[in-house]
């Protein structure tokens, strides 16, 4: 099992940038890869019929990596943050460029899991064995005896053959396992070369020199780390005193109490403060200074100024 992960598990630091990005991709791609090791340990089981095996063959890469497709969309914070920038503003500031690497960034992200689903399903063998066993061609078999359809040739991945065919079955599954691990390194090599292209296009796209480009990746993350943890302490506090109101008094614990008393909250931010710091943001500079994010745009007052001559939109992705 180790050797297999080590093996195959070296294309996944071509989805990485940042060291959250690694972090988050590695975690996903390992619980891809274990949870494909119990899916075939457990639930794969070849029915070994004709028409069904190669139904049930392709429905076991398919639709758990649809699945994982799917879970990652909806656990992207990007998709949100683009369904609120379409429900709110629409998609009127976007250029196409900006448009197209949005929805690239979202879809890419959400391939991780379901490309490591995919391709190590093919490495492994065992799904296209049973779905392509059935169109075996027999007579490319050394002295494989004559009269056999594709009834008996479904039945090879199970080994429930005649006596005089049970001699071809390591051959057969060689061969079919060949072609599944060709396919599988093929899709490999087709993602690796993908985001090698995507990554030099938005290299060469960018006016951003490389370390203004770590700076931003770090004020995003430390932007964010902040703002969730100001907001957890905004929304105790806040919760802490209409609990007061309604009740007369609130049960706190020491640390809650020094909160409390730390940080007073008299009232909460009107929704189109929400609005405003809510949705997908492009880098943007405003009179050559740059605007890293919603909350550092509606911070220096400049919303809804982005159409001057000193505006500069860059197509990256903002979190």
């Not at 975690?27 to 089981?45: K, N, P, R, W, Y």
């Amino acid at each position: 099992m180790a050797a297999f992960l080590a093996e195959n598990f070296r294309f996944l630091s071509l989805f990485f940038k940042s060291k959250d990005v690694m972090i988050f991709n590695g975690l996903i791609a390992l619980g891809t890869v274990g949870s494909q090791e119990i899916f075939s340990v457990v639930a794969f089981h070849c029915p070994c019929s004709p028409t069904r095996n190669y139904i049930y063959g392709l429905a076991a890469i398919g639709v758990p990596a649809l699945a994982l497709f799917l879970i990652g969309v909806v656990w992207n914070s990007h998709t949100w943050n683009l369904v609120a920038e379409c429900h709110r503003r629409g998609t009127k500031n976007f250029s196409a460029a900006a448009t197209c690497l949005i929805f690239g960034s979202v879809m890419g992200r959400a391939a991780v899991a379901p490309v490591t689903w995919s391709v190590i399903f093919l490495l492994r063998g065992e799904a296209y064995v049973c779905a392509m066993s059935e169109f075996m061609d027999p007579t490319s078999l050394y002295e494989f005896p004559p009269g056999y359809g594709p009834d008996i040739m479904a039945r090879f991945p199970c080994g429930d053959l005649p006596g005089n065919l049970t001699a071809f079955k390591d051959e057969v599954i060689r061969q079919l396992k060949y072609e599944s691990q060709l396919f599988g390194w093929m899709l490999l090599g087709a993602v690796a070369v993908l985001v090698f292209l995507a990554l030099c296009l938005k290299h060469s796209c960018s006016p951003l020199s490389y370390r203004q480009e770590d700076y931003w990746d770090q004020y995003r993350s430390n932007e964010s780390k902040l703002f969730h943890r100001t907001a957890e302490v905004h929304s105790k506090v806040m919760a802490a005193n209409n609990v007061k109101k309604f009740f007369g008094f609130v049960y706190l614990d020491k640390e809650e109490k020094e909160l409390v008393q730390e940080y007073p909250v008299e009232d909460v931010q009107p929704r189109p403060q929400w609005d405003s710091i809510t949705g997908v943001y492009i880098y943007r500079e405003n009179k050559g200074f740059p605007l890293y994010s919603r909350l550092h745009k509606w911070a220096k007052g400049t919303m809804g100024c982005n159409s001057g001559p000193d505006n500069q939109e860059t197509v990256f992705l903002a979190a």
